[in-house]
């Protein structure tokens, strides 16, 4: 591969060699064609030119290489997986928990129950499918925490690792974490607007994150966890909250209370009409000389 590159200089035009073919330049052959010439007063005239010759290295790779490759791969996809999979002890963990579950569904009067098991990390989701899954959910999600929770006491008894349950029903988690969501994208946006803050209702620390995340996103608001369980809650705030003044109540038009004094410096009448007949001249002020007891002519 052949090209010719013009430069002010000959470097300049070798570096634009290198740069072109996507190499280093001691790894091309060059041929100086013109070399740029001095004239009066050292000033350079014309311009370098160079002929540039350059074969790209083709890489010929054996089929021992291939298969070598080809081994280490797969020797890595067998080790991750190896990672993935649960040792005996979490297997026989996750045995309990399901059966525990089932058990409690069984005392519960909930026939046809079936559980799926997604192996976490260091844990497993227990999706439970069932046609009476409101039994199973109850009150915003509160059975499912209660087998969640039970659930985790006994199989974690088995030893000190500690295996992580979640349980879901029917969709159940999806579902609310999309309500909370939209929750929490209202209440900020109302505090964002009035300066003034919210509390939402008590929650399990599960929503509280859920809540917590939404609020982040929004700019100008705020949130943090008060309380204690199980009646901690949620606090959205304002990062600009609204001036409360020592008068009992917010102030307006940007923190400034309205003067009512100042109608008068600008010349309006707040006289009322009272004041105005009260202050009309009356026949008895235009008598003079007239006591109360004066002397009465006919």
Same mark, same amino acid.
């Given at each position: ?24 330049v001691?790894k ?17 005239k ?5 002929e540039?010759e350059?074969?790209? &290295?083709?890489k ?12 280490e791969?797969?020797e ?7 990672e ?14 399901? &059966?525990?579950?089932l ?9 046809d129950? =079936? ?6 990390? /260091? ?26 929770y ?7 008894r088995?030893?000190?690792e ?17 309500q909370? &969501?939209?929750l ?22 599960y ?23 199980p ?10 909250p609204?001036?409360?003044d020592n ?5 307006? /038009? ?5 003067n ?36 009465? =002519?006919?």
């Amino acid at each position: 591969m052949k090209q010719i590159f013009t430069a002010a200089t000959v470097d300049e035009a070798k570096n634009k060699a290198a740069v072109e073919f996507g190499t280093e330049v001691e790894k091309i052959t060059f041929t100086v064609l013109e070399e740029p010439k001095k004239g009066f007063f050292g000033k350079i005239k014309g311009e370098a030119k160079v002929e540039a010759e350059y074969e790209p &290295e083709t890489k010929v790779e054996t089929v021992t290489e291939k298969t070598e490759a080809v081994e280490e791969k797969a020797e890595v996809q067998e080790e991750v997986k190896a990672e993935a999979e649960w040792s005996d002890t979490l297997q026989k963990k996750a045995d309990c928990a399901k &059966e525990y579950i089932l058990n409690v569904i069984k005392a519960m009067g909930i026939e046809d129950t =079936e559980i799926e098991v997604t192996k976490l990390e /260091n844990g497993a989701l227990f999706e439970i499918k069932s046609e009476e899954f409101e039994k199973l959910i109850g009150k915003k999600g509160d059975i499912l925490d209660s087998l969640q929770y039970l659930a985790s006491l006994i199989c974690n008894r088995i030893d000190r690792e500690y295996f992580r349950i979640s349980t879901d029903c029917n969709g159940f988690r999806a579902r609310r974490k999309t309500q909370l &969501e939209e929750l929490a994208r209202k209440i900020a946006n109302n505090v964002k607007r009035s300066g003034r803050s919210s509390a939402l209702e008590p929650m399990n620390p599960y929503e509280r994150r859920i809540i917590h995340a939404a609020v982040s996103e929004i700019e100008g608001v705020t949130s943090q966890s008060k309380g204690e369980e199980p009646w901690r809650k949620v606090i959205i705030s304002s990062t600009t909250p609204r001036k409360y003044d020592n008068r009992g109540g917010y102030k307006k /038009n940007g923190g400034r209370r309205r003067n009512n004094n100042n109608r008068r410096s600008k010349g309006f009448d707040i006289t009322t009409s009272f004041e105005k007949d009260y202050k009309k001249p009356k026949p008895e002020d235009t008598m003079k000389d007239s006591g109360l007891y004066s002397k009465i =002519e006919f």
